[in-house]
């Protein structure tokens, strides 16, 4: 009952008086809320690390809901089997190693980027969190359960590398064993995995009570945006 009273009390949000400004709930994703201001701040930080400007339209913000609609499944889920998160020093950690790689360690020149996109080193450094949290969900969850044989590795390298004229046949099976084997591996694991999870995601969607209170935010009739944004 008190859930129920919470999201009562958070959808009056969306319905208060005219001039009054307030974080409205969008969506409803079984007793989580998602609302008007995550939307956004999806978007500001998809377009910050994409270096891509920033995007409120109609198909941005379908997206940027739907991604939010899974993380809402997952961090459901993670609470429930008690996955482990990503703790504080962790996440500073991370935000460092980001602007090492993008920002050769400048944090003044990050700050100045991400204020540009309306957002705060703690924004990121929140994302970095969750991204964390995602990956650990990833490999607990569905990554034992994926098996990579030789053949598909070979099938692989066949498919992806190029060979040259020189490298005969078993030449090129030597070379994916002894010199990418780890990596293509660790891509067909990785890619079996998420499509495990793609298909793990379809079916919450199914079970778990979605409601759109901004109802120009539910996808397509047609065919909802993926995590690449694409229809299905």
């Not at 198909?59 to 609609?69: D, E, G, N, T």
């Amino acid at each position: 009952m008190r859930v129920l009273n919470l999201q009562v009390g958070l959808l009056l949000l969306a319905t208060a008086s005219p001039g009054v400004l307030v974080d409205g709930v969008a969506i409803t994703v079984g007793t989580s809320v998602i609302t008007r201001s995550e939307i956004e701040l999806r978007i500001r930080l998809m377009a910050f690390q994409n270096d891509e400007k920033t995007d409120f339209s109609l198909a941005s913000r379908q997206q940027a809901a739907q991604r939010l609609i899974d993380q809402k499944l997952v961090e459901h889920e993670m609470d429930v089997g008690r996955y482990p998160r990503v703790e504080a020093k962790a996440k500073e950690a991370l935000l460092t190693d980001y602007a090492k790689t993008n920002y050769k360690s400048d944090t003044g020149a990050m700050a100045v980027a991400l204020k540009s996109y309306g957002l705060t080193v703690q924004n990121l450094e929140d994302e970095l969190g969750l991204q964390a949290d995602l990956l650990t969900f990833l490999n607990l969850r569905f990554r034992p359960a994926v098996q990579v044989t030789d053949q598909d590795i070979r099938k692989y390298f066949t498919e992806h590398y190029n060979q040259g004229p020189e490298k005969t046949k078993q030449q090129a099976q030597v070379g994916a064993l002894r010199e990418v084997r780890a990596q293509i591996e660790q891509q067909l694991t990785m890619e079996r995995s998420n499509k495990e999870m793609d298909s793990w995601l379809q079916d919450q969607r199914k079970t778990v009570a979605i409601a759109y209170v901004e109802k120009d935010l539910a996808p397509d009739k047609q065919g909802e945006p993926d995590q690449s944004g694409n229809k299905k």
